[in-house]
């Protein structure tokens, strides 16, 4: 699926293309849940597969207390449920702000928002929580510096015994980013595999 939506990139801040609202729903964790969408926003039709592969393999792994982010949450359907799954507290973050107030409405109306925070930050710029979970699928084509940044900074944002699990297709970068998650935290391992998509996981040990 192309990361372009109507001529822009999704994970620009102020998507300017007109507005074109959908609604549909999508069993996820076992839940059946409802989802609003909009242009501008990544995987507008459909929760993609990647999302889907990553909260399959990342509701079964232990981690610590404390709370999980959704890095890159789009319209929030990884948030979404995984806080209906886990009963968790969820911090929601992306740079797009449509797709922010999306994944506050999808909050609300899946009956999530008194355990998640939606807000705005570029990559980890404004967020001063640390946490028992991060989870990316991060934007390929925002290049790979941003990739990079998602993973590696992943670290100083993690309680000790914290994870990082994320999602790439092996052809767009995933034995790469497995070796700088590898170099950055000491582990790294792939915990899952479908379709192309491997969902890896490192550990922060002090």
């Known amino acids: 699926m192309s990361d372009k939506v109507d001529g822009q990139q999704y994970f620009t801040a102020d998507p300017s293309s007109e507005h074109h609202y959908q609604d549909f729903d999508f069993e996820l964790l076992g839940h059946n849940l409802h989802f609003r969408t909009d242009s501008g926003v990544f995987s507008k039709r459909t929760i993609d597969f990647g999302s889907r592969t990553m909260l399959d393999a990342a509701i079964d792994v232990a981690i610590p207390a404390g709370r999980v982010l959704d890095l890159g949450t789009g319209y929030g359907p990884v948030g979404v449920a995984y806080a209906k799954a886990s009963g968790r507290e969820i911090d929601m973050v992306d740079v797009n702000e449509r797709a922010l107030e999306l994944a506050e ?41 941003v990739v990079t940044a998602m993973l590696q900074d992943a670290k100083e944002h993690l309680v000790e015994g914290g994870k990082l699990i994320a999602v790439l297709q092996k052809k767009q970068g995933a034995p790469s980013a497995l070796k700088n998650m590898e170099a950055t935290f000491g582990n790294a391992q792939v915990i899952a595999k479908k379709k192309g998509y491997q969902i890896l996981e490192s550990v922060k040990h002090d």
Not at 116 to 139: E, G
Request: charged fraction near 25%; hydrophobic fraction near 40%.
């Open 105 to 145: 409405h999808n909050a609300e109306k899946n009956g999530v928002a008194d355990r998640v925070r939606v807000f705005q930050s570029d990559i980890y710029q404004a967020v001063d929580n640390d946490y028992a979970l991060i989870l990316v699928n991060p934007p390929i084509r925002a290049g790979k510096q």
